[in-house]
């Protein structure tokens, strides 16, 4: 997310108060272009996408080659965040969308990428195989590169929380990223799973990035009669069937393989801020809605957050500055 001039203050100011630029850790883009494509998870539609290098401090940026330039570049931000069924889709002021974003998220969270341009000809991200293990090995095969300013990050200063009657996403104060969520679903094959963890780039790509999404085949009809999951398929997603059994060959990644994705989507929804979370992240019986909530609860409130600098050694923030209200 390039930031607002208030919040370019905000961070200049933490800047010079800060340790040794040394300590810092640097912002990253991609070292050149790299390119795939696959089936759209909802819309079922052909797309290809390539991700390129962009600028320090230009967040990541959406680039719709299918449509006239002026109405092509959506942000990735949280206040960009127009519907969340099932998926997390982002649109710009002029209406153009671009849908299930979460995992492409996730995998730039996990890699530490900050700046990327996402070119994409559609207005969904491909599904690839369910989980952002693919993207990974496309942003490890580019390469990473860091460039010549700090990496910002959001310290939560005080807890915050959206959703009720037992779905529910909170954020509260930790020196790094924390992530814990909870899962109870009426049916045997998920039932009750809970995982909690540090979130870095080791945890994220041998604990998070190869889960892959789920759904019930009970649940596909009617789920296309609202133009969604018209391109799912074993191929993209872990299928549990009216007998409860997992319809995939090979069966499940990890015997919580359920509760492993939903971090990963959480993961994803939670950078849509602009930067890595300082904070314990929980969620329970939560989805994009909830982590989107979030969010806005974080960020309307001045006392709750701070922009930070994260220390080269340990990924923990060193301090910041009292924030102000974030910009549209």
Same mark, same amino acid.
């Given at each position: 997310?390039?930031? $607002?001039?208030?919040?370019?203050?905000?961070?200049?100011?933490?800047?010079?108060?800060?340790?040794?630029?040394?300590?810092?850790?640097?912002?990253?883009?991609?070292?050149?272009?790299?390119?795939?494509?696959?089936?759209?998870?909802?819309?079922?539609?052909?797309?290809?996408?390539?991700?390129?290098?962009?600028?320090?401090?230009?967040?990541?940026?959406?680039?719709?080659?299918?449509?006239?330039?002026?109405?092509?570049?959506?942000?990735?931000?949280?206040?960009?965040?127009?519907?969340?069924?099932?998926?997390?889709?982002?649109?710009?002021?002029?209406?153009?969308?671009?849908?299930?974003?979460?995992?492409?998220?996730?995998?730039?969270?996990?890699?530490?990428?900050?700046?990327?341009?996402?070119?994409?000809?559609?207005?969904?991200?491909?599904?690839?195989?369910?989980?952002?293990?693919?993207?990974?090995?496309?942003?490890?095969?580019?390469?990473?590169?860091?460039?010549?300013?700090?990496?910002?990050?959001?310290?939560?200063?005080?807890?915050?929380?959206?959703?009720?009657?037992?779905?529910?996403?909170?954020?509260?104060?930790?020196?790094?990223?924390?992530?814990?969520?909870?899962?109870?679903?009426?049916?045997?094959?998920?039932?009750?799973?809970?995982?909690?963890?540090?979130?870095?780039?080791?945890?994220?790509?041998?604990?998070?990035?190869?889960?892959?999404?789920?759904?019930?085949?009970?649940?596909?009809?009617?789920?296309?009669?609202?133009?969604?999951?018209?391109?799912?398929?074993?191929?993209?997603?872990?299928?549990?069937? $009216?007998?409860?059994?997992?319809?995939?060959? $090979?069966?499940?990644?990890?015997?919580?393989?359920?509760?492993?994705?939903?971090?990963?989507?959480?993961?994803?929804?939670?950078?849509?801020?602009?930067?890595?979370?300082?904070?314990?992240?929980?969620?329970?019986?939560?989805?994009?809605?909830?982590?989107?909530?979030?969010?806005?609860?974080?960020?309307?409130?001045?006392?709750?957050?701070?922009?930070?600098?994260?220390?080269?050694?340990? $990924?923990?923030?060193?301090?910041?500055?009292?924030?102000?209200?974030?910009?549209?």
């Amino acid at each position: 997310m390039r930031l $607002g001039q208030s919040e370019h203050e905000i961070f200049r100011r933490a800047m010079r108060t800060a340790p040794p630029r040394s300590r810092l850790q640097r912002q990253k883009t991609l070292k050149g272009p790299i390119h795939c494509s696959g089936i759209g998870l909802h819309s079922g539609s052909r797309v290809s996408l390539t991700l390129e290098p962009a600028p320090a401090d230009s967040g990541v940026v959406f680039l719709r080659t299918d449509l006239p330039a002026e109405r092509a570049t959506i942000r990735a931000d949280w206040r960009s965040v127009v519907d969340t069924r099932l998926c997390t889709v982002v649109a710009n002021r002029q209406g153009a969308q671009v849908g299930t974003v979460e995992h492409l998220m996730a995998a730039l969270a996990g890699c530490g990428v900050d700046n990327a341009l996402v070119r994409v000809d559609h207005a969904e991200i491909p599904a690839m195989d369910g989980s952002a293990e693919p993207f990974v090995f496309l942003i490890e095969c580019a390469g990473v590169e860091e460039q010549d300013a700090p990496r910002r990050a959001v310290q939560v200063l005080k807890s915050v929380s959206a959703g009720k009657d037992g779905h529910y996403a909170s954020l509260s104060p930790a020196a790094s990223t924390l992530m814990s969520f909870e899962i109870d679903f009426d049916n045997p094959a998920v039932s009750r799973q809970e995982l909690s963890l540090t979130l870095d780039r080791d945890s994220f790509k041998s604990e998070i990035c190869r889960a892959r999404t789920f759904g019930f085949l009970k649940d596909a009809e009617a789920l296309r009669a609202q133009g969604l999951a018209r391109g799912a398929s074993l191929d993209n997603a872990v299928v549990i069937n $009216g007998e409860n059994k997992i319809l995939n060959e $090979g069966g499940l990644r990890f015997d919580d393989e359920f509760v492993r994705h939903k971090v990963l989507d959480s993961v994803g929804d939670l950078y849509l801020a602009g930067g890595p979370i300082c904070g314990h992240y929980r969620g329970v019986k939560a989805g994009h809605r909830l982590n989107n909530l979030l969010l806005r609860a974080l960020f309307a409130d001045p006392r709750a957050y701070a922009f930070t600098c994260l220390d080269q050694a340990t $990924g923990a923030a060193m301090g910041a500055e009292a924030p102000l209200a974030a910009t549209a």
